[in-house]
Nanobody, 124 residues
Framework: QVQLVESGGGLVQAGGSLRLSCAASGRTFSNYIMGWFRQAPGKEREFVAGITRSGGTTRYADSVKGRFTISRDNAKNTVWLQMNSLKPEDTAVYYC?????????????????WGQGTQVTVSS
């Protein structure tokens, strides 16, 4: 089992920035691909960003490319999502996820472990 705890959400004005953190515990953090998903009210949970075990490869949804950056520190068992130039449409609950696959997958059902989520609200 892997336990994931997100933090860093909040209310920000459009154009602002937030940095989400996800602290992992349980199994060896470096054995897992890590990712961020989000779910807006009335919508399905969608892939935002993912990063491979070593941090050498990242993948982003088209909607956040150039604005969001995912990173990780295996020594700290932590993954971050730096979110810049935020837009009202970025408003959602953001979830951290861990996966034992060999590549970053965008399909929610393929991920093994999930955090409880943190709310991000972007006002216009």
């Amino acid at each position: 089992q892997v336990q994931l705890v997100e933090s860093g959400g909040g209310l920000v004005q459009a154009g602002g920035s937030l940095r989400l953190s996800c602290a992992a515990s349980g199994r060896t953090f470096s054995n897992y691909i890590m990712g961020w998903f989000r779910q807006a009210p009335g919508k399905e949970r969608e892939f935002v960003a993912g990063i491979t075990r070593s941090g050498g490869t990242t993948r982003y949804a088209d909607s956040v490319k150039g604005r969001f950056t995912i990173s990780r520190d295996n020594a700290k068992n932590t993954v971050w999502l730096q979110m810049n130039s935020l837009k009202p449409e970025d408003t959602a609950v953001y979830y951290c996820a861990a996966d034992q696959a060999v590549a970053v997958q965008t399909t929610m059902s393929r991920w093994d472990y999930w955090g409880q989520g943190t709310q991000v609200t972007v006002s216009s």
